[in-house]
Nanobody, 115 residues
């Protein structure tokens, strides 16, 4: 079964930057939307950013101006550049790829923003 492989999480100080990456472990076809979600302890999973095949992007208000989502269609990869990180950005970050058949989720990568 197809899996999504995420990387790039870690511990960073407030104001710092991280770049998350996500790609399928094998071939994936007919991708419609790629995105990032996050879940903080005790909270529901929430949308962070999405990007369509046509490169239309959507961001949560809390990350606008600080995070940038991008994709590499040749590699079926999606990235999240996170700048000016805040302690409230601490969460497990999940990538999601939607194809015409189904949704795929990554295993999650921990991002911790702390001094």
């Amino acid at each position: 079964q197809e899996q999504l492989v995420e990387s790039g999480g870690g511990l960073v100080q407030p104001g710092g930057s991280l770049r998350l990456s996500c790609a399928p472990s094998g071939s994936m076809f007919n991708i419609i939307v790629m995105g990032w979600y996050r879940q903080a302890p005790g909270k529901q999973r929430e949308l962070v950013a999405t990007i369509t095949r046509g490169d239309s992007t959507n961001y949560a208000d809390s990350v606008k101006g600080r995070f940038t989502i991008s994709r590499d269609n040749a590699k079926n990869s999606v990235y999240l550049q996170m700048n000016s990180l805040k302690p409230e950005d601490t969460a497990i970050y999940y990538c999601k790829i939607t194809t015409i058949r189904r949704d795929y989720w990554g295993q999650g990568t921990q991002v911790t923003v702390s001094s």
